[in-house]
């Protein structure tokens, strides 16, 4: 019974980030991501199993906390492409590589202090289950990339060789 409450629980939040959030376009992406992080959520919510006081202390923390990574992530992005550019260009490449670097330390920060702020809410085993939850979640959204059958990201493309199985390395592309 607890475990279909934080389910419920965690729906319910996720539906109303969601209609707080100003859509981009109803189709495509945004559509894609909203399914993205429905998934993400029943996964988390499955792995951790938590308790109907822990969701409520849990998922606007949570939340908060993907917000301040996806600002992060976009600012080492932006600070990746204006490199890329520089180096292509032969101008600025040392601040601009400084620049990387410190988009990318706070970045780390901002995970550091993650679970920092989910210690306070979870007990230790079910942030390490987060963590582990996490990285589950990312690697099959990697593979539903990958996979011919699976659901991709909109304007995603098959690279040069098609889909690669698990097991084929490259050296360099």
Known sequence: MKKIISVLCALALVSAVAF????????????WREKARAEQVALI?????????????????????QTQRREAFKLQMDAMKALKKGVELGDNVPDLLEAYTQAKENCNKVEAQALKRYKKVLPTEKVAKLVLAEEKFRHQQIGKLGSKGGERHPGRQKG????????????AE
């Open 20 to 31: 707080a959030q100003k859509p981009e376009k109803k189709g495509g992406k945004e559509q």
């Open 45 to 65: 919510t499955e792995e951790l199993n938590l308790t109907e006081a822990e969701a409520q202390a849990f998922w606007p923390v949570y939340n908060e906390v």
């Open 160 to 171: 040069p060789r098609g889909p690669r199985s698990m097991n084929e390395t490259t050296v």
